[in-house]
């Protein structure tokens, strides 16, 4: 089955700087990955996602990048503020149902 | 809308003690899912069900854990006998059938403790 390897596990920087995710997946059939961010005493909300027939996408401050030849992709963030900190997750499945989940980043942005 | 709803948010209990975890999804989502979150293995998808119907339930963990869908608008997750590492946070979530809209909506979660 899929397995997910998410790094780094934390993750400091200073407000304004940016921070970068990343994560590999096992299986090459795998074709969607979300990211989840999760605030404390919440559960996880989708904030970007990408489909394998794309190598980037961009929504404001986030943009999410794929190397399907790797199998790996990124989540980036830039111009942080203090409302980014949370535990970011990523994943990866075939269709968009059975997600894997990586063990989350947990993201500290530094005032 | 008022996004998933779960109770009970919090539930301590004792070994052996049947648990009851409830969820109702987002109106008109076909899919609802069953999740659980430890700081050891993450967040592990159990089962998941479309139009009320149990698709995959490979991630139940054992015979103890069960999940019915008995309509659109509720399901429910059982254990039973509850034992002190079935201790964990279990998230429900729902998501629409769609080829170009794939979120899957959270619920705040049952934080559950097995004495």
């Known amino acids: 089955g899929e397995n997910v390897e998410q790094h780094p596990s934390t993750l400091s920087v200073q407000e304004g700087d940016s921070a970068v995710i990343k994560c590999t997946y096992s299986?090459?059939?795998?074709?969607?990955f979300p990211w989840y961010k999760q605030e404390l005493g919440k559960g996880p909300q989708l904030i970007i996602d990408?489909?394998?027939?794309?190598g980037e996408k961009k929504d404001q401050r986030i943009a999410v990048t794929l190397n399907k030849t790797a199998k790996h992709f990124s989540l980036h963030i830039t111009e942080t503020q203090p409302e980014d900190s949370a535990v970011y997750f990523c994943?990866?499945?075939?269709?968009?149902?059975?997600?894997?989940f990586g063990q989350g980043t947990r993201l500290t942005i530094n005032p | 809308d008022a996004g998933v709803i779960q109770s009970p948010r919090h539930e301590v209990t004792e070994m052996g003690q049947e648990v009851t975890l409830r969820c109702k999804p987002i109106?008109?989502?076909?899919?609802l899912f069953w999740y659980r979150q430890t700081m050891m293995r993450g967040l592990e998808l159990l089962i998941y069900?479309?139009?009320?119907?149990?698709?995959?339930d490979s991630g139940m963990p054992e015979d103890r854990f069960s999940a019915k869908m008995p309509n659109a608008s509720f399901s429910n997750l059982k254990i039973q006998p509850s034992e002190p590492r079935d201790s964990a946070v279990y998230f429900c979530?729902?998501?629409?059938?769609?080829?170009?809209?794939?979120?899957?909506?959270f619920g705040p979660g049952t934080r559950l403790t097995v004495l």
């Open positions: 994943a990866a499945t075939k269709g968009a149902q059975k997600l894997v």
């Open positions: 299986d090459s059939a795998s074709n969607y």
């Open positions: 990408i489909r394998s027939n794309v």
């Open positions: 109106s008109g989502h076909d899919y």
């Open positions: 069900f479309n139009n009320n119907v149990p698709i995959d």
């Open positions: 979530a729902s998501q629409v059938a769609s080829k170009v809209y794939n979120e899957q909506f």
